[in-house]
Structure formats: structure tokens, C-alpha cells
């Protein structure tokens, strides 16, 4: 199994950062990991990805250029450090982890395992 937990949410004014982690712990290896968001009445959707040992990683147009997404294998941990945060960004974000051995994916469905979410607020 694996358990994922994220940190690093709150509330900034645009154009500030954050950095969310993802703590990861369990018995399973992983494959892919990513970070979702979901707004009050939208559609979860995929906005960073990593495969395994980094070697191939993907953003969300709407991010590109202010996303960074790493991963610390020592310390078992996903990053997203996000800047110039927009209003737009405003979410409940959640790491996911797929457990298959393919590449990344949009579909969440896809993802075995996912954290209880961390609130992202950006005030204009």
C-alpha cells in the first residue's frame, strides 16, 4: 500500500509562491507521481507529473513556466514549487500515485493512491 500526505497549502496574494510536499510512505514502489487540483465546481485536473527517477516530467499548459514539480528519493517526498501564483490557481490540490509501471496520464482514474488534498488560496 501506499499513504501520501501533502503540506505546504495556505493563502498568498498574487504573485507569491508556495512549495507543496508530499510526503510518501508504504510498502509499494511508485511510477508516476502527480499533482492534481480541483476549484469548487471544475473538473480535477493534472497539473504536474514525474515519471520515476525524473526522467520525463509534464505541466499543465496553464502552469508552464511558473510550476516546478521534484522529487526527493531520500526523504520519500513529492514537490511542487509553485510561483507567481494567479488567482486562477486557487484549489484543492492532491498528489496521486500510480503503482503500474506506464507513463504518466491525465486520467485520475488511473492513479491508485492519493493524499487528502491541501488548500491553495490566491487573493488578488
Known amino acids: 500500500q501506499v499513504q501520501l500526505v501533502e503540506s505546504g497549502g495556505g493563502s498568498v496574494q498574487a504573485g507569491g509562491s508556495l512549495r507543496l510536499a508530499c510526503g510518501k510512505s508504504?510498502?509499494?514502489?511508485?511510477?508516476?507521481m502527480a499533482w492534481f487540483r480541483q476549484a469548487p465546481g471544475k473538473q480535477r485536473e493534472r497539473v504536474a507529473s514525474i515519471y520515476i527517477g525524473g526522467s520525463s516530467t509534464y505541466y499543465a499548459d496553464s502552469v508552464k513556466g511558473r510550476f516546478t514539480i521534484s522529487q526527493d528519493n531520500v526523504k520519500n517526498t513529492l514537490y511542487l514549487q509553485m510561483n507567481s501564483l494567479k488567482p486562477e490557481d486557487t484549489a484543492m490540490y492532491y498528489c496521486a500515485a500510480d503503482v503500474v509501471p506506464r507513463a504518466c496520464t491525465n486520467y485520475a482514474a488511473l492513479f491508485g493512491y492519493w493524499g487528502q488534498g491541501t488548500q491553495v488560496t490566491v487573493s488578488s
Open positions: 508504504g510498502v509499494r514502489a511508485t511510477y508516476c
